[in-house]
Structures are given as C-alpha cells and as structure tokens.
C-alpha cells in the first residue's frame, strides 16, 4: 500500500510523512486534525490513530467515504541550484533533477478538506525587481542522476531539460521551476515523478523558451495521480525576461 492510497474505512487514521504527523479521527458530519511538525524523516507511515489524540481543527466532512492523502505540487515555483558551478556552452544540453517536498492534500470523496506541505519552505524572491516574483526557496539541488537522491516518499522528482542555443556560455546558479503547472505521477515503487520541463535559452537577447511535457516521465507509471495547480496551456511559452526563470548570480 502506497501512502498516498485511498482507504476506505476513514474513522481514525495517522500518516507520518516528511516533517509532518498527521492524525485523523472522523465524528459523523465532522473530522478532527492533529498535525504536528518533526524531523524529517526518509520513510512514510500510514496506520490506525494512536492515544493521546487532540483535535487542533476541525472541518466539516463531505460525505462518509473513502479518506486519501494526495501529493500536490507547491502553490509557487520552486527555486532548484546545481550541486556545482555549472556553465552551458553554445549549442550544449544537459538534462538535470530536482527533488522538491510535495504538499499534502487530504481528501474525503474527491473532496480537499485539508492542505499543508510535507516540509516547511522558505520564501524567497526571484529575478529582478521589475520581472521577478515570490517563489519558495527549498533545501534541494539540481542532479545529473535521480538516483543520487535519497529516498524520500513525500518528494516529487522533476527531470530538467536545459538547452543553450545562444552565442555565448550560460552559467547557471538557479533556476526557476514552476511546479504548479505541472501534474504528479507515480513510479511502481511509489515514487513521485512530474512530466520534463524543458528550458531553453534562445538566440533572441534575454529571451527564454519554456515548455512541459505533456505525459509522464519514462520512470513512472502513465496513470494520472494528481493534476497540476495551474493550467500551462499545453504548449510552450516565448519569455522576453530571462532572468524571470534563469539566475546569474548568487
């Protein structure tokens, strides 16, 4: 069983994920939460609530049928940074991945009832005054191999396609990856992938080509799990600021 699967006896649950503890108890027309945050922890746990329960909130539930904890992507785009100094000469590639921290969604018959995230971001602000915006600023880094990430259930991996096509070298120390835009898939081991976002630096000054793929990554499942927060129009997108989405300084 995944932790992100329906169950269907929701009267009192518990998923421990990331940093947060999450418990759930349902009195008829209404479920009881108690959330608390800990250390973030490799593995997540799913069983039947545990004593001492204390109800923080309550919310109004919309039916008596299946309880589910859904992965969700941030409401803002995440800011990834190479493990490396890293620099793309003219008419050079190189596909890339991010880990970032999913937020989790618990439903009640396909209905949000409660959101949080697994791990506790910091807001940062990114590009310049004029084309920037808010973004959230997490503990991850942009990797050539997936798998040098460590386990980490509550986490959605996001592969990075960069291209340069200008005329002259790229460095890149962050980049601006908008997660909202883009749907969660399941691996068969249960881990979490998002379709390829693809970034490329055109011959145009300062100008960007963005675009997402439209199906899941070759490492997970082709099920849909969960749709993205915002629609990215299905197609790419022609950006004059640069810098909204690539950073060439600290």
């Known amino acids: 069983m995944n932790w992100f699967d329906p169950i269907e006896s929701p009267e009192s649950w518990r998923w421990r994920l990331g940093e947060l503890d999450l ?3 349902s009195q008829g ?3 009881e939460i108690s959330h608390e945050r800990v250390e973030e922890r490799p593995t997540a746990q799913v069983g039947e609530r545990q004593a001492p329960f204390e109800a923080l909130e309550r919310v109004t539930a919309p ?6 904890l859904r992965p969700r992507h941030a409401d803002r785009a995440v800011i990834g940074r190479p493990e490396l100094p890293l620099t793309l000469l003219p008419g050079v590639s190189l596909r890339v991945y991010i880990n970032v921290p999913a937020w989790l969604c618990l439903e009640m018959e396909g209905r949000s009832v409660w959101e949080a995230p697994s791990v506790t971001p910091a807001d940062t602000f990114f590009g310049s005054p004029v084309d920037g915006s808010l973004a959230y600023a997490m503990r991850t880094r942009l990797r050539t191999d997936p798998a040098e990430f460590k386990p980490a259930p509550h986490r959605i991996r996001v592969p990075v396609l960069l291209r340069n096509e200008g005329r002259d070298p790229l460095p890149v ?6 997660v909202p835009e883009l749907d969660i898939y399941a691996a068969a081991d249960g881990a ?3 379709p390829e976002v693809r970034f490329t630096r055109t011959e ?5 080509l963005v675009e997402v793929a439209l199906r899941a990554p070759e490492q997970a499942l082709p099920e849909l ?12 997108k022609v950006l004059r600021a640069f810098n909204s989405f690539f950073s060439g300084g600290a």
């Open 204 to 208: 145009a000054p300062d100008a960007a």
């Open 23 to 25: 418990q759930v108890h």
């Open 173 to 178: 120390h962050r980049v601006r990856v908008p």
């Open 63 to 68: 039916g008596t049928g299946a309880l589910r």
């Open 225 to 236: 799990l969960t749709a993205a927060r915002e629609d990215s129009a299905g197609g790419p």
């Open 29 to 31: 027309a209404v479920l």
């Open 192 to 194: 979490l992938w998002s």
